[in-house]
């Protein structure tokens, strides 16, 4: 059975309970393993995400997916609703995500001018409902690189999506030309076909934005109609545009004055539509001009939404993070090391901090596969420890009050069919990828399915699914996460603990651990940290001030340190602290998987090094 008729399937089944103006509905989501602080909304401020009861809250997981940038599934995520749950319970499960930025197509939802697809809102919701169902935050995106597909001849090197055909058969451009383009990306500035559709999108010619913001609203309020109340909640908010570029600027006109007077004014447009599509409540997660922090000084742009001033709560900054250099290859020779990233994510915080609001960086990753792929096991740590923390991993125990929030991200991406494609490059039936991504050449899917179409991690699941504090009942003080994963046969171990502190490395071993400090603020639900699928309970252990255990009992209201089922009925597990509610005490956790059993002595003994150094640094 072809992935259209599939689709069709799923859109026949699910019509009753989907069909356009239904109205919000009734059923809930799925409660297995629900517990009474779960499911509230999130609100962006200065001090980050916060949920409903006032905890600091991070976001992590992935891109479902680029898939949506393809044809052979008609713009959607997945080719079907059983699809779209197998990913869900794996992002849980397997790689450890609490959210997912979820793409849509213009492209599909408006094939022709003015109106709106609703047998494609209606596909889309219904996938997007299975991992709100899942426990998953959702943030959907209209995605769009390089303008749109329409843009191509049907035997170039390279593709887009995003924008209707009708738009581009409007616009007569020129025929699409890169020149000496190594990287797919070099279109945006290369390419005039792709810059002179962009100039026009951001200045509105014939109208085209307009219609966008029309669509956008439309797919907004029809997502708010056809999910439950509970389902709904849990969206976390919208991501307008995917990397925004001018395409060409006007004369005198500069990256900053661009996102001053083209790029803000869309944003507040579509903030107005979210809000008549009934998100107010919800932040739009606003992207600045793509190249603003560029690690390459030949790409780099002024930029990061300077003038907007406090954003929250009405918007969240949302970047993005790839290594140019190390994507480029002979720009940068070897792999990444431990601390590479923390200046690049610390000017992520210190943007978000200076614009009063919460920061996610909704795409980040390495290639899988290509003359660069060797470097994506020390990269992707890297980074990962880089969200954690801005310091690096050698100095975090000397200088742990330096750490700054953990930073949420989704990584790029999520593509369970990766290498089992049969997408029509450019709609060409000579050309036919079924490799990768089949998308320029990409390959940086996370999981694909084996021949019994069950999801498995193409990278280190120690690298992938985290150790993380998904809640933070209080302001976090620090956290730091050695996954010990692998590049190769080799163990990277980037933070050891310290001899100073023999008790917590005895304890520690060679196993996987985590530490957060936080402070109380009076909050009377719990601390979660996520716990990796490879924590067994039985042999985890937790050194805290509220108490040492080594496999640690059932959470209830009255346990100090206990372990619980995520939302969602995946199996994915959370370690839950519960603190009495006095504002200003201090916390420190030691979430551990050592190389063997500790005694009650040592993990008492450790106890005594961790309250000694926590109160020094803190």
Known sequence: MTRRLLRLGTVLSLFT?????????????????????????????AAGFTDGYGRETVLRGYN?????????????????????????????????GNAVRFLLSWAYAEPVRGTVDTTYLAAATAQMKVFLDAGIR????????????????????????????WVVDAGDYPSEYCGICILWGQNITQNAAVTEATYDFWHNTGGIQDNFLATAQTTMT???QHLTASEFTSVAGFDPYNEPHWGTLDSGETSRTWEQNRLWPFYNKFRARMDAAGWTAKPAFVEPNLFWNANLSSQKQEGGLLDAGTL???????THFYDQAAICGICMWGNASDGQYAGDFGTVRDRATAAGTAAIVSEFGHPLNGSTAGKAPTVLKAMYMAMDSRVKGADWWTSPSGSGAVLSGTQWQWDIYNDRHNELMNDNPDKVLTENDAWNDEDLSAVYLNDSGTAVLRQDTRLLDRLYPSATAGHTLAFTYEDRSRDGSTTLTWNPVPSSLPNVSTLVGTGQYGLLVWRSTGISAPTELHLPSSFTTAAT????????????????????????A???GTGSRRLLFTAPANTGTLHYALVAYPSSTPTAAVRAAAQTELAAWAASHF
């Open 17 to 45: 309970a989907l069909a356009f103006g239904g109205g919000t509905g009734t059923a809930s989501a799925d409660p297995t393993g629900s517990l009474w602080f779960d499911n509230t909304a999130l609100t962006a401020s």
């Open 64 to 96: 479902v997916s680029g898939e949506t940038k393809l044809a052979e599934n008609d713009g959607l995520p997945f080719a079907s609703v059983a699809d779209a749950q197998k990913s869900a319970n794996a992002v849980r499960a397997l790689g450890g």
């Open 138 to 165: 959702v943030y959907p995106d209209f995605h769009q690189d390089l303008f749109s597909k329409y843009l191509f001849n049907s035997g170039s090197w390279y593709t887009g999506d995003g924008a209707p055909k």
């Open 222 to 224: 029809y997502i708010a």
């Open 312 to 318: 929250a709560p009405r918007y969240v900054f949302n």
């Open 541 to 564: 252990t937790v050194v805290s001030d509220l108490g040492t255990v080594t496999g640690p009992s059932a959470y209830t209201t009255s346990t100090a340190i206990g372990v619980a």
């Open 566 to 568: 995520e939302p969602g």
